[in-house]
């Protein structure tokens, strides 16, 4: 603790493993107390820090918990975060850009991630474009989604997603285009 202490004060802008799990606690705690804007806000400061601090060669998130010892498995938080980055959106629409920003990055920086991880991510934020009232870019990204992901894709789309066929139709047209690649 004691250096952790003195890197604070000797280096405050300088990302420590420390400061990611301090950002990632106060996240936490500000969340138990129903303080989301200030938990999201700790959060954004939580991936800032960990995007400063991650090696390069890292780009699979379950490698993180492995690699680097943290009071926080990385799989869940960042899992946590998008959840609460969707609750907020619902309550205050200001928040879709940082949603959207958030999931594009982590499908960017961490790419070897399970597909369900990613597949996740990257339609969470097209679901954000979309609820931003960028409706075109949103059904852009979707389909990149679906044709990334033909078998597994699952998401079931919120009902105001015009997207012109029900989840099983969708899931059935993409089973039929993967087969027919072959």
Excluded at 82 to 93: A, S, W
Excluded at 108 to 130: Q, W
Excluded at 146 to 158: D, Q, V
Excluded at 169 to 182: C, F, L, M, T, V
């Amino acid at each position: 603790m004691a250096a952790y202490d003195l890197s604070v004060k000797l280096a405050p802008n300088i990302p420590t493993r420390e400061k990611l799990e301090e950002y990632q606690y106060i996240g936490y705690k500000s969340f138990e107390q129903g303080e989301k804007n200030s938990g999201i806000h700790f959060w954004l400061q939580a991936w800032k820090t960990f995007k400063d601090l991650k090696d390069t060669d890292v780009k699979f998130v379950n490698e993180l918990d492995v690699r680097y010892s943290s009071a926080y498995s990385f799989n869940e938080w960042s899992n946590k975060f998008e959840e609460e980055l969707r609750v907020i959106c619902h309550e205050d629409k200001t928040f879709l850009k940082i949603r959207a920003n958030f999931c594009s990055d982590f499908a960017k920086v961490l790419p070897e991630s399970f597909p369900d991880v990613i597949e996740k991510m990257l339609f969470s934020e097209a679901e954000s474009y979309y609820l931003m009232g960028k409706k075109e870019l949103a059904l852009k990204k979707l389909n990149k989604v679906i044709k990334k992901f033909p078998y597994i894709s699952r998401w079931k789309f919120p009902s105001e997603f015009p997207y012109p066929y029900t989840y099983q139709q969708q899931s059935n047209i993409r089973k039929n285009e993967a087969i027919n690649k072959k």
